[in-house]
Structures are given as structure tokens and as C-alpha cells.
């Protein structure tokens, strides 16, 4: 069911003195999350988002004392707590994206080079959840100074309600209290096994080992083929999926089955083969998790550079990408040392620069 931006805020803390509440929290959160989605990148921005949207928003919010004001907005904001936000915003998210079926999200880490970060990258680092059906970013973290994305993927699971999902890591995040907490959560896992882990890693290649030498007799399995052409390259993918695999380490959650994905890809003449190993906690079948694996590359390649494919925790928006969260981001609106040069009314006809005269040769 969806769930109203009332509902999923109302256990949000509202960080502001009675004497100071002029507008309501849900009035300034609601106009904030209806105006980023629309290319709002600034709190004037927003404001000016409420201003032309202010019959619409009367509709379904009080507004006791109109539309607030840009600094209202980068205010309230500052003074959120950003642990009960995210995960008011991945709960609203969450039930955005809720259809039938799983809900595939991918966990990723992304880096912005020219943020210099003391971090692992050397740069400011983030890791994201990202709704690879819906193409929303349901929550992220930053990573602290001085660390890597290990350390911030259980806080951004705990944000999420991954009840109804199946959740995709990259080997960055295969450790084992990553697929409790997904369980936990109500979710399902598929991570991958590589030689970061080579106690799980072995174990999943012996489980296919044992099966091939007995020519899959008794082995309860599943396979499917695919084949693509394009971008002058041809690619064949075989998934083998195996389930209830035996001799897999006690301290993996819920193992279902283990996943064998092969691949040969041709460009130019020359062709390349590679096995992909993954373990999940969902039955699915071999094209069903075959879509899974590959579609959590979308938070690599879906993502738009278009800010209307973002959300208020993306990195430059309001400041959740900063490890103390928006009190230390830069402020978005810059106080101006002289008079503050008014909006141009919604009324008034834009003003069409003169046409530069062509230069005649002498």
C-alpha cells in the first residue's frame, strides 16, 4: 500500500522551538520532496517550486502562514537528524516502490574524484540504494574520513524497509552481517562469492564441481540461456542455479541456492569467457535471478546525470552526503552582502536579451 508523506514522517522529531514553528514540518517536507524530483537543485529553488505550486499544495496541506521561505527551508533541514530521516525517507521510498512481487534494490558505492576525502578512494565516497526497476535512489550514506563503504552498508540496510525485497551487493559488501540484516529486515540477498571470501568461494565452485562429475543426477537445478547482440559485440550468458547446496559454511543466512553465471563475449574477432559465482537466499528461478544479477549494474549505468532522477539524499542536495549530516553542509544559498535581488514575479514576461549585432568588415 502507499504510504503518505504524513505517515511515514510522523515520528520525525521536529528540531525547531514551539515559538519558531510558523510553518508545519509535513508543509515543508512535502513541498521539498514534490519540488527536488521536478529539478529543484537550490533552496530558492524549492521555494519558488511552493510558490508556483501553491493552489495544488492548498489542496492537501494547511500552509497556516503560506509558502516558506528559501532560508526556512535550509533551516529546517540543517537541523534534521540525519539517521531519522533517512529512514523516514526510506520508508516513504520503500512503499513508492512497493509492486507486486520482490523489489529488487542494488547497494553500490559510488565516488566524486574531485571531492578530495581522506577515505579509502581518496575521495568523497557514498553508498547508495538504488530501486533498479523504479530508477529512484531510496537512501544513502556517506563514508566517514577514514574509512571505506564496509563500514557504512549496515547502517544504510537498517535505514531501509526491505520487507518484500531482494537485495543485490557487490562483492564490497559480502560480509555475513549484511545478509542477516537483510534477513532480518524481511528481505531477501544475492551476493556474490570471490576470492575476498575464499572459505565461500571454494565451497560454491565444490558444490557446481560435485554436480557436473554426477552429471546434475539428483541435484535439484535450474538453467537458462541468453544471447545479445549490439554495440558490435556478441555476448551468451548460461545461468545454473542449484538449490538446497550442501557444504556451504554454517554462518551464511538462509542459503537457497547457489548461482553459476557463464559468459562469452566476442568483440572484434577476439572472445572472452568468465564464470561469476553468487549465493542468495531466494529460490528463484535461473532467469529470474539471471535479471536480478545483471540488473544491479543499473545503479552503474541507469542512473541519469538529469537531477530529477535524484532525491534529497543525493550529494549536493541537502547535505546528507556530509558524515554529520546537513548541519555541516555548505549553505546552498550564499548570504549576499548587499541587497538580495528579488524573484521575478510568475507573472512577468521573461526578458529576451537584445539580438548582438553581427560585426561588419571594414
Known sequence: MPLSITDAFADLPDPRMARNQRHQLVDILTIALCAVPCGANTWEQIALHGRAKQTWFKRFLSLPNGIPSHDTFYRVFSALRPAAFARAFGRWMAAACEATGLTPIAIDGKSARRAKRPTATGCLHHVRAWATQNHLTLGQVAVPDGSNEIAVI????????????????????????????????????VRPAKGNQPTLAAAVQAVFARACAADFAGVRYDQHAAVEDGHGRHEERYVTVIYEPEGIPADGPDVAAVVLIGRERGVEGKTESTAHYDITSHAGTAAELGRLIRGHWGIENTQSDDPRSDNLCVANRAGYHFPGGPSRARRMVPSARGPRRPFMRLDTPARVPPRARSRQPH
Do not use: F, K, M
Open 154 to 189: 549496515p547502517e544504510l540496510l537498517r535505514a531501509l524497509d526491505l520487507s518484500g525485497a531482494i537485495v543485490t551487493i557487490d562483492a564490497a559488501g559480502t560480509q555475513v552481517e549484511n545478509a542477516r540484516l537483510i534477513r532480518a529486515g524481511g528481505g531477501h540477498y
